[in-house]
């Protein structure tokens, strides 16, 4: 563990060293340290459950995980190329944390049952069900390859599908056939050869160029740097698709290749192969290469090659940029074999004018017609089929938050309804996501209920909706009529629950997940109406120690009166006659482009505290108050762009938390903490640089210097050199001379994320230092942007206690002394 301090003249903590000169630089290599023992027991007891169901709605799978991985376990060898983390010794994603125990439960049972055969020790993912809901099919990864594997919904047994390795590097690793009796899967080539070894016989420099265009990108991580990793890249990501049948039988499908996708047509005569072309990006990672578009026969024969769609590094300047000619190939649920496409009407430039952004086109294998099927007045963002007279459009619009879900009729080009137009930020007209049912072909359309079998446009759809409102989240399921707009509730969350739908498929029940402030999520089934209750899971608490922490939400307004919330937490048993206690605040600002919707409520009073690695929650047991769910909005209403005022509105927002804390005699005023993860980090360091609001502060894998995301950050798309004045005023590693509280900084060393590079945090700790601050370096080994060795969060949990301890809790003896 590399760790790097910059004391001052009082004592710290016995495991650390003693510095008694001022400013004197100090740094060392320690083991792993654990936390207060409170803290510990939940991290290391930590498990995870996912639970899938069937299409039908008649099985769970539960599947179970450690929830942190081990240090050893993420410190595996691995080539980062092209955006992607690759092991080399099973040819799949590395850190992917797997299942170690998967069971099926039936919904009219009173137990889940074990499978019969699966492997030792097994590492399972991809869990998916077959069309016909008698089997689930799923990957099972070995330190030498991953295996396909299948079970029996009925029988319970489990056996390995074939004795070929697949190859899970990149993208879906297999697809069910509409039959049921196979599967098509991205397998590792026939005779493989051995991996490349690099040559380091020098051939010259390394160019690139530009000649003259506008081409902006982002600071992506782990991008190619040279020919080898290109020829790496190609070794790890090259397949050959099988399709194996359940009686063991293999057949190669098309050619070798690197696919980015490949999906069946509703039918299964047909195949879409998406496949990346050469030359490799050095500028972008592998979804934004260049790819081809093959249409194949159900052997993965080439009919014909659709389209070739350029690579994402020369995209113009903006979020609502995109390539130019066709993209987004897919096939029509509801036909047999119709693929559609989209194509941009203005070149792909949002700062082009334009009437429409994109088309969108059909083409009919069986007829051979090509036609258009609608346009879009903003860019097309996704498509929801339910038959020849109704799909449903989704287009947004980045740049000014909105969004449209329009009516169309696939046999009328010219038929085209608004059903909503609204900012995509506002939670409280949010219609929710669209319900969706298996058709004919075993694809996803939309759930309709047409009210007659005459009138074809009085129908009825349905979504599931997270129900925001000004008394906190309450889901539901709408019933929307797209001919009336009249609505109709079904099932919504009750107090003191909060219950959300999973499944509905309009046959009198649905399966929903119930959970309160003491009762952590399970999953029920009910018949319509709400009349009869049948739990499914009985997950037990995962952290009973928290069973009778205290949650309270916060109404409260800023300066400039918007409406803002929180929620508090306070350790069992506290009353205000036990006086003020020390205070963690945890929070993260959120852009905004009304005020309306800045001032929104988006969370539950009656939802259980979910507390991970990183959450704050985890102090309660340690004497701490708790403020979480803190909003930080920054809004720019009508053409204000938010961030031309950041710095004051945080400011804002942290002084109206803190005062409403210390008017309730929570809060001793000189005993509050800041901490946030990524932007929250970057938020801390601007709030410990412009106010003395705090006392100190925790920053956890944050970018402090915004010259360094010089082409956008976050909702940011102006780039450095058109908002300079922006840019400097946001980057607190320009204000590190007034950082006077103390800031404990932590980051991995392996962090992937755009943006966040470890950089971020050495250079800002080297200007603290600097500049006389008190401060600490942390840098977990082989650490990603979210850490999840179970010894990494351990360490950083133990380096927060500690920090706080000294420079909050104990601030006053600190002082005194």
């Not at 991580?221 to 020919?227: F, H, I, P, R």
Request: with cysteine; proline share 5%; hydrophobic share 35%.
């Amino acid at each position: 563990m590399r760790i790097i301090f910059n004391n001052k003249t009082y004592l710290v903590f016995a495991v650390f060293f003693l510095v008694n000169s001022v400013g004197l630089l100090a740094q060392q290599t320690i083991g792993y340290q654990t936390p207060p023992a409170l803290i510990a027991e939940i991290i290391d007891s930590a498990t995870t459950q996912n639970v899938k169901i069937s299409n039908g709605g008649k099985y769970l799978v539960i599947a179970e995980k450690p929830t942190y991985l081990s240090i050893s376990a993420i410190s595996q060898p691995e080539f980062r190329l092209g955006g992607l983390r690759i092991n080399p010794k099973n040819n799949a994603l590395s850190r992917a944390q797997t299942f170690t125990s998967i069971k099926v439960k039936a919904v009219d049972s009173t137990e889940a049952q074990n499978f019969i055969g699966l492997p030792n020790n097994p590492e399972i993912g991809d869990i998916e069900f077959s069309p016909n809901d008698s089997l689930i099919s799923f990957t099972n990864t070995t330190s030498l390859g991953v295996e396909l594997w299948v079970a029996s919904l009925t029988s319970l047994k489990a056996k390995k599908l074939s004795n070929f390795y697949l190859n899970n590097t990149c993208g879906k690793v297999y697809q069910w056939l509409a039959d049921s009796e196979s599967i098509l899967a991205k397998f590792l080539v026939d005779k493989r050869l051995p991996q490349p070894v690099k040559d380091n016989t020098l051939i010259g420099p390394f160019v690139q160029q530009n000649l003259g265009y506008l081409t902006p990108t982002k600071t992506y991580q782990d991008l190619l740097k040279n020919e080898y990793d290109e020829t790496l890249l190609e070794y790890f990501l090259t397949a050959q698709l099988k399709t194996v049948f359940l009686t063991g039988e293999v057949v190669n499908f098309s050619v070798p290749a690197v696919y980015k996708d490949f999906e069946f047509s509703p039918d299964g005569e047909f195949t879409l192969l998406k496949t990346i072309n050469k030359p490799y990006s050095y500028l972008v990672p592998v979804n934004g290469f260049s790819y081809t578009v093959q249409l194949t026969d159900n052997d993965g024969t080439l009919i014909k090659k659709l389209a070739t769609i350029p690579s994402t590094d020369n995209l113009p300047l903006g979020f609502d940029a995109v390539v130019t000619g066709q993209r987004e190939f897919g096939w029509r649920n509801d036909k047999p074999s119709t693929y559609f496409w989209v194509e941009a009407q203005d070149d792909g430039n949002p700062s082009k004018k334009s009437i429409f952004r994109d088309m969108i086109f059909t083409y009919d294998m069986v007829s051979g017609v090509s036609k258009k099927l609608t346009s879009c007045y903003y860019r097309f963002n996704k498509i929801d089929w339910a038959d020849d007279n109704m799909a449903i459009v989704t287009e947004k619009w980045h740049k000014t938050h909105s969004e449209r879900r329009v009516y169309i009729k696939p046999n009328n080009s010219l038929y085209r309804v608004n059903l909503w137009d609204r900012y995509f930020e506002n939670g409280y007209d949010n219609p929710g996501d669209f319900i969706k049912i298996k058709n004919q072909y075993h694809k996803d359309v939309l759930l309709t209920q047409y009210k007659n079998s005459v009138d074809k446009t009085n129908l009825s759809i349905f979504t599931i909706c997270e129900g925001a409102s000004a008394s906190g989240n309450r889901p539901f399921i709408l019933k929307f009529n797209v001919k009336t707009k009249l609505t109709d509730t079904l099932l919504r969350s009750n107090a003191p629950y909060y219950e959300k739908p999973i499944f509905f498929n309009n046959k009198n029940f649905g399966i929903f997940t119930r959970e309160s402030v003491k009762e952590n999520p399970n999953y029920f089934y009910t018949d319509l109406p709400k009349s009869k209750l049948q739990q499914l899971t009985f997950f037990a608490h995962p952290y009973p120690q928290f069973k009778d922490i205290q949650k309270i939400a916060l109404n409260y307004k800023r300066k400039d009166s918007l409406k803002l919330s929180a929620t508090l937490y306070l350790p069992p048993n506290y009353s205000n006659k036990d006086g003020v206690l020390p205070v963690l605040i945890w929070a993260c600002p959120q852009e905004f482009k009304t005020g309306n919707a800045a001032a929104q409520i988006k969370t539950s009073p009656y939802q259980f505290s979910k507390i991970d690695c990183q959450s704050p929650l985890l102090w309660l047991t340690q004497g701490y108050a708790v403020l979480d769910n803190v909003e930080m909005p920054i809004v720019g209403e009508s053409n204000e762009q938010p961030n031309n005022t950041f710095v004051k509105q945080l400011t804002q927002n942290a002084q109206a938390a803190v005062n409403t804390l210390v008017k309730m005699g929570i809060a001793d005023a000189e005993r509050i903490a800041i901490g946030g993860h990524s932007y929250g980090a970057f938020m801390v360091a601007n709030l410990l640089a412009h106010t003395k609001l705090f006392a100190s502060g925790i920053a956890l894998s944050g970018a402090y210097n915004r010259t360094l995301t010089p082409f956008g950050f976050d909702n940011e798309e102006r780039t450095y050199w058109q908002a300079p004045l922006v840019y400097n005023a946001m980057s607190p590693f320009n204000f590190a001379n007034k950082i006077k509280a103390p800031l404990l900084l932590i980051h991995g060393d392996a962090d992937e994320n755009a943006g966040t590079y470890t950089m971020q945090s050495e250079r800002f700790y080297k200007a603290l230092k600097g500049n006389g601050a008190t401060t600490r370096l942390v840098i977990l080994p082989n650490e990603a942007h979210i850490y999840t060795s179970k010894e990494s969060i351990l360490h950083s949990l133990w380096e927060i206690d500690n920090w706080l301890n000294l420079y909050v809790k104990n601030k006053t003896k600190l002082t005194e002394k």
